[in-house]
C-alpha cells in the first residue's frame, strides 16, 4: 500500500485535532511498515493501538465539540459511531491475515476509513470552528 501522508485538505485549523489526525495517519504508517516486514504479532499489536487511537480521538473530538457548543454535534456523533463500528469490522476480519502477514485490503480500507473521517466528517465542522477562532492557524 502506498504510505499516506498528511494534506492540507486534512486540516481542520485547530492544532489540538489535527495533531490527532496525524498520529492516527501515523500509526497507519507503521502499520504498513509491519506488514511489509511481515512480523505478525507486531503488526496485530500496532493494529490493536490504532484501533484504540481512534476510538480515543472520537472520544476527544466529540469532548471538544461538545464544549465549543457544535450545534451539529448528535449528528457528527453518529458519524463517529458509524465509523467506528467500519474500523472494528475492518480490524475483526483482518486480525488472522494481520497474523499471517498478508494485509489484503485491510490497510487500504482502514485508510479509507480515516480519509473519511478527515474530508467528510470533520468538515462540517472546520467553517464554524473558523466562525467562533477555535481554528488557530496551523495551516
Do not use: Y
Amino acid at each position: 500500500m502506498k504510505t499516506l501522508g498528511w494534506l492540507k485538505s486534512f486540516e481542520t485549523g485547530n492544532a489540538f485535532i489535527d495533531d490527532q489526525h496525524k498520529k492516527l495517519l501515523l500509526c497507519l504508517k507503521e502499520l504498513a511498515i509491519l506488514v511489509g516486514q511481515a512480523k505478525s504479532e507486531e503488526t496485530h499489536a500496532k493494529c490493536q493501538e490504532l484501533q484504540h487511537l481512534v476510538d480515543s480521538h472520537f472520544a476527544d473530538e466529540e469532548s471538544f465539540l461538545r464544549d465549543s457548543d457544535f450545534p451539529r454535534l448528535d449528528k457528527h456523533v453518529a458519524q463517529h459511531l458509524e465509523s467506528s463500528e467500519s474500523f472494528n469490522r475492518i480490524c475483526s476480519s483482518c486480525e488472522d491475515a494481520c497474523k499471517g502477514n498478508s494485509a489484503g485490503p485491510c490497510l487500504p480500507n482502514l485508510a479509507i476509513v480515516l480519509v473519511d473521517h478527515f474530508l467528510q466528517g470533520d468538515l462540517d465542522f472546520k467553517s464554524f470552528l473558523q466562525m467562533k477562532g477555535l481554528a488557530n492557524g496551523n495551516h
